[in-house]
């Protein structure tokens, strides 16, 4: 059982799939959005879709981790590659079903697009660097769409899918920065133009997604509260830009942090 908790990586899951919640609050502007109960629904399909793309990654990567992480389940014996495979597509199943029969058709195709695009990530976009980092990171910003669905879909929502996207993506390109030597069988952006051009395009999104943070505030109306606490989200993003050039480990560290702040933001001024 323990190798297989290590394989689905729930905690991970769990964190993730929050933000489905996240985004049901502030599809309300209030802390009772948290009484619909289908937003949890979502909840359940986004933590059951996530446990089984964990389950991919390991099972597509079973043969480097044999040289690189030999004490993961798959590759020190704990679970075998086959039964990795069968508890995958049981929990991609688990979360259609649900998706299909409690919540709306246009949530249950978006289900079936996550699903499609982690699959082809594992095993085929990775290694197309760019576009992979893409994938990804249009998955983390729609998980905020997808729990704004159970209750009602609104600008402010997207507007914060937006920012997570292209934040995301920033991370990912400065992870490719710091993985350049080590990536043999993906053809990263980094490798494409360079160290240096990678960097200034993570800095050009990260800039952007900054520049985006007052529309709740300027053209929604949400409280000073939110106002303030975006603003330390900001400060985070730009220093962490700032680092980029010199400590790709703390610059991307750096933007998780301005991530989570973000989120806070967003919650402070959705439901005050």
Do not use: C
């Not at 014996?77 to 919540?103: E, H, M, P, W």
């Not at 520049?211 to 949400?222: E, G, H, Q, R, S």
């Amino acid at each position: 059982m323990k190798g297989y908790l290590a394989l689905m990586r729930p905690i991970n899951a769990v964190m993730a799939s929050f933000g489905t919640v996240i985004g049901g609050v502030i599809a309300v502007e209030n802390i009772r959005g948290l009484l619909y109960p289908k937003l949890y629904l979502a909840m359940a399909v986004v933590f059951l879709v996530l446990l089984g793309g964990n389950i991919l990654n390991d099972y597509f990567d079973a043969d480097t981790d044999k040289i690189n992480h030999p004490a993961r389940p798959i590759p020190s014996g704990q679970v075998s590659r086959k039964s990795a495979k069968y508890l995958a597509v049981v929990l991609f199943a688990l979360g259609l079903l649900i998706s299909i029969f409690t919540l709306n058709p246009l949530q249950f195709l978006i289900a079936v697009l996550a699903v499609f695009l982690l699959v082809t990530y594992e095993w085929k976009t990775k290694a197309w660097g760019l576009v992979g980092n893409i994938i990804i990171s249009s998955l983390v910003g729609l998980i905020f769409v997808y729990g704004s669905m159970s209750i009602k879909l609104t600008y402010v929502v997207i507007v914060l899918s937006l920012m997570a996207f292209l934040a995301n993506l920033a991370r990912e390109i400065v992870k490719d920065v710091e993985d350049v030597s080590g990536d043999v069988n993906r053809t990263t952006l980094p490798k494409k133009i360079g160290k240096g051009l990678s960097l200034v395009a993570a800095a050009i999104l990260i800039i952007i997604a900054v520049t985006l943070t007052p529309i709740p505030y300027v053209f929604f109306n949400w409280s000073r509260f939110y106002a303030v606490t975006v603003a330390l989200s900001d400060v985070v993003f730009i220093v962490s830009v700032f680092y980029f050039f010199n400590d790709q480990t703390k610059g991307q560290n750096l933007i998780k942090i301005g991530m989570i702040l973000g989120l806070v933001a967003f919650l402070v001024g959705s439901a005050i």
